[in-house]
């Protein structure tokens, strides 16, 4: 008798599954442009009323108006093969409400506090994601 091969498969989900997965884990990565070079920093999030508020490490030279951010969490387990990815893009705008940015930045746990300690806002336009798994073959 010999044991059944195991191949890894990458299963695209809806935005509504990708926004459930993304409500289960409280960190991922921020992605935005410096002097247009992409900058990636670690971050947390809620998601509260379908937008995505996150505390990062970044300077608050992130461009004035609505830029649009990427932020990226997900959950892989690479021995075992399985997982799952999420990415949200859209407008972002800083939490500027004195009693709501209290509130986030105690329930936030932050990485570095004074002025690289950023809560910001984003509406979701683009969501993606996708779940990995294996399937064994006979």
Known sequence: MTAAATSRRMVDVSGAEALWLLQGTT?????????????VRPAVHVLEYGRLVVRC?????????????????????IAAGTGWSVTVSG???????????????????GWAYGPHDTLLRITPQTVTGYRLGTVKSA
């Not at 960190?27 to 900058?39: I, K």
């Not at 407008?91 to 746990?109: F, G, I, Q, S």
């Open 27 to 39: 960190q991922g990565r921020l992605v935005h442009l410096r002097r247009e070079v992409p900058v």
């Open 57 to 77: 490490p970044v300077q608050a030279d992130i461009p004035t108006g609505r830029p649009i951010l990427t932020y990226q969490a997900e959950d892989i387990r």
């Open 91 to 109: 407008p972002a705008e800083p939490v500027t409400d004195a009693a709501e940015a209290a509130h986030y930045l105690r329930t936030l746990p």
